[in-house]
């Protein structure tokens, strides 16, 4: 891979160049201004990042979280390319380069759970569990639909996957002038791709980061290909995808930590405990001294906010120590990209920057915790039931309605009301895509249209229509 390619400026409608001849901005800064300004960005500020149906001011939502991950991953793209540049690694980059990476990096960090449905990943799961447990029941013409549908078809749905969505809509489902989406840059596409492999060729055990999940529909696959093939990435990962994965991890894992403290899930006193008893062991000898300097930080912040007697010395620290722990996180993340960037650049690094890294027990340390003490908790699962009967209600209401939309198969009042209720934007990118289509992939088609509207809802909308629907409002 070679950075002229990978920094790739093509669009899918491409501009007019009376448009952009007095624009100083680059193409990526015109990105960022695409994203910013559009709905779909603005819907995550009602999209649980990790407490689902919480009202709360301080937990996070997926828009903080995204602005947090654009952050960091804007940060990483300086370290680690200004020193690359520095010290002549790479001859294809140069200082006007590093302007257009930190774009690129910065924007992907703003879209890259665009596609993410209500509710956090609970979310993604339960869409999954439930056309596992609903594909093989549901029928049309007497026919059960995992039997019609060819086999990559049925795996999407059994796979659904935020990242995936994220690719369709920004290429087809968020209509303002057409079809294509924001028509964002290929470039900037190509780095949220995380998986640049279908449904069928999901391996978690290849020892391969890129092929734990999907990356594209079927639906999307001329699209995927098109991009890939533009930017020269085929099927490895984009470079600048670790830069983002990197900030994107140390966000969530050390925001979780945050959130849970200040909601009580966590004490300062457990906190220590845990640093020292239960993960300082597991480090390597080369982690061990900065593990001990990263619970010296801790202790050392608690004892500074007690001798100045601020109110809540334990919040204070944590959250002190946690702006140390990301700075931390950042440079080993930044380090492991310049130590493999030639294993990077040719498609051969397989798993995440931290691993390896001397912040690999620190970083697994943060999302240990969080599981063990906040996505198992009473609360957690009480809301995550709530949230499960939502989407069982919607999408038992829903798919049957859209399974036999577009069909010679007779609906009913209320059947035409349902599909009333979704999108126009939606429905247009159904209509388009499935011009010209056999009835199998149509039917395919109109699954994916039950996910596009799932994903297109907040938290609060979801909440609402289920009330509405249900009767129980």
Known sequence: MNWTNLLCEKRRRGYSTTSVINDPRSEFQRDYHRIIGSASFRRLQDKTQVFPLDRGDFVRTRLTHSLEVASFAKSLGQMVFRRIVADNMDDNLDEHDIDKIISILECAG????????????????????????????????????????????????????????????????????????????????????????PSTGINKKSGNIKDKKMGYYFADREIFEDIVLSTGAGNCRHPLTFLLEAADDIAYKTADIEDAVKKGFITYSRLVYELRHTYMPKCTENEKTVFENVLGKLEHYYEEAVEKNIYSSEHNAIQRWIIYVQGLLLRCAASSFILYYNDIMAGTFSHDLLMGSDAETIAFALGDMASRFVFSSKEICSLEIAAGEIYEYLLNAITPDIVIYDTEYSSSFVDKRIMGLISENYIRAYRISSEGKSEKEKLYLRLILVTDYLCGMTDGYAKKLYTELSGIG
Do not use: S
């Open 110 to 197: 703003l879209i890259h759970d665009i596609g993410n449905p209500p509710f956090g990943h609970f979310g993604e799961d339960y869409v999954r569990d439930w056309f596992l447990r609903n594909l093989p029941k549901l029928e049309l013409g007497g026919k059960k639909l995992n039997e019609i549908l060819e086999p990559q078809m049925c795996e999407d749905m059994y796979n659904f996957e935020g990242n995936a969505q994220a690719l369709r809509l920004l290429t087809k489902l968020h209509f303002l002038v057409d079809e294509n989406g924001m028509n964002l840059t290929y470039g900037l596409l190509n780095t949220i791709i995380k998986y640049p492999i």
